[in-house]
């Protein structure tokens, strides 16, 4: 802990976590998670266990930790304690956003087209779906000087009584006015469409709490895609890291927050309770297990061995080498990511080999979370079959000669037994298939990657 944090008086407390003012510090909240444990929106569903507070903070504290060194905005600031951790205060914008990877929950009941038949796995979307259902509490809409009663219609309670809709589906969240529509019913059924409508202005405005200008999000429409933008990154960098240990992230929900200085940033918390998560066996691990009405024993169990899973998330560290046979070669574009250090090495595999094999044991040992390397030489391509037959990371020759003397190509693509070196005419897509390599350890060069790729299919 940085500071000496010290908690002052309540601010608010929901259904699993209470928020405290932070004395000397009143840009920071504490927040204290509780033991409860919710259900489909209803006081009849919430149990309690013991472990409750203590899992759902370590899980929310690491995941946050990995968002922040990959980069992306967090209020987050530090844990303090074992059921409790320090944020940035923020003005919450009262929207639920929802990414799923596969059809599951209430998506197949608006898609029932999409419910996979008995003893078969869920639909996977090539390009996750992104949806936006508007935050309200009994039918009321939250605004920072009061509520309004949006007229929601009621449902039924589990104890036989009626309570106001909340959290309706925004069908249309990219346009000018926002149509609600029910969570749960498909699009085409009477009753589906709510008949009810929001300006997203009255949602997307922040009040004169923030008081610097919102830089580069001047638009409602700027500030919707800069929250699926960032909600899709973030997911896919949770994605990554859980497919590390065999898990399958299948969905989640987060929230925004504006800070006083008008920034956009994650805030709320993210933890077993806002994902849906499936172990290496595709068994549940998540709340879902607590909806679908499980023993508290072993939801307890399950809440705990995620806690512990959480724990070995990890960017690892390693190493894009650029392997250039003279210095005179031209070196490809490489990004910037969080756990990938790019390095440049020149050493000729033709002219010096014992000072490429010097150089090449220096970097396995320097990185044991591995690496690749791209081996660029013109003329006779030498180099990458050199590297390749002396390390088991791969090696992706590249020749920026080739185009114009395509018979150099042939130097690298026929060769001998015990000597996998790959090959590519175009450097750009040399780096890219690298980083598709080092994906499959790093969720940060996984994210990088798969929001690219998604992007190229964006109706799939």
Not at 239 to 255: N, P, R, Y
Not at 264 to 272: A, M
């Amino acid at each position: 802990m940085t500071y000496e944090y010290v908690k002052g008086l309540q601010i608010k407390e929901g259904k699993t976590k209470t928020i405290f003012e932070v004395k000397d510090y009143p840009g920071l909240v504490w927040v204290e998670n509780k033991n409860d444990v919710t259900a489909n929106d209803d006081e009849a569903f919430t149990k309690r266990f013991g472990t409750k507070a203590v899992c759902a903070t370590t899980t929310t504290c690491k995941i946050f930790e990995l968002l922040k060194q990959a980069g992306i905005p967090t209020a987050f600031i530090e844990q303090v304690s074992d059921t409790e951790f320090i944020m940035e205060k923020t003005e919450m914008v009262n929207l639920e956003v929802i990414v799923r990877r596969l059809a599951v929950g209430s998506f197949t009941k608006r898609r029932p087209d999409l419910i996979p038949k008995e003893g078969q796995k869920p639909s996977r979307f090539h390009r996750i779906i992104t949806e936006f259902f508007l935050k309200t509490t009994k039918g009321q809409l939250e605004y920072p000087n009061g509520s309004k009663d949006l007229g929601l219609p009621q449902i039924s309670k589990a104890d036989g009584g009626t309570k106001a809709l909340d959290d309706p589906l925004i069908q249309n969240a990219w346009e000018s006015e926002w149509n609600l529509f029910m969570p749960k019913l498909p699009s085409w059924e009477n009753g589906a469409d709510i008949g009810i409508s929001v300006s997203p202005a009255n949602v997307l405005t922040p009040s004169g709490w923030v008081d610097r200008p919102i830089i580069q999000l001047d638009t409602l429409e700027d500030r919707i895609n800069y929250m699926d933008e960032l909600n899709r990154k973030a997911f896919l960098l949770i994605e990554g890291a859980w497919a590390q240990l065999g898990f399958t992230l299948v969905d989640w929900k987060i929230e925004f927050g504006w800070t006083k200085e008008g920034m956009l940033k994650i805030s709320d918390v993210i933890d077993n309770d806002s994902w849906r998560l499936k172990g290496p066996g595709f068994e549940e691990l998540s709340k879902q297990l607590h909806r679908d009405g499980h023993a508290l024993d072993k939801i307890e169990a399950k809440y705990g061995y995620v806690a512990d899973m959480v724990q070995r998330l990890r960017i690892p560290r390693q190493v894009l080498v650029i392997w250039a046979g003279s210095k005179n070669d031209l070196k490809p574009d490489t990004p910037k990511l969080f756990g990938v250090k790019v390095k440049e090495v020149i050493s000729s595999g033709h002219k010096s080999p014992d000072n490429c094999v010097k150089v090449l044991e220096r970097l396995l040992l320097d990185y044991p979370d591995g690496g690749v390397i791209i081996a660029q030489a013109g003329l006779s391509m030498g180099l990458g079959p050199v590297l390749a037959a002396r390390t088991s990371w791969p090696v992706l020759a590249f020749s920026p000669t080739a185009k114009e003397h395509p018979e150099d190509i042939y130097t690298c693509v026929r060769l001998p037994s015990e000597v996998p070196s790959a090959t590519f005419i175009n450097g750009d897509n040399a780096v890219l298939c690298a980083l598709n390599i080092l994906a499959q350890k790093n969720p940060v060069a996984y994210m990088y990657r798969q929001f690219e790729i998604e992007k190229l299919d964006p109706n799939c």
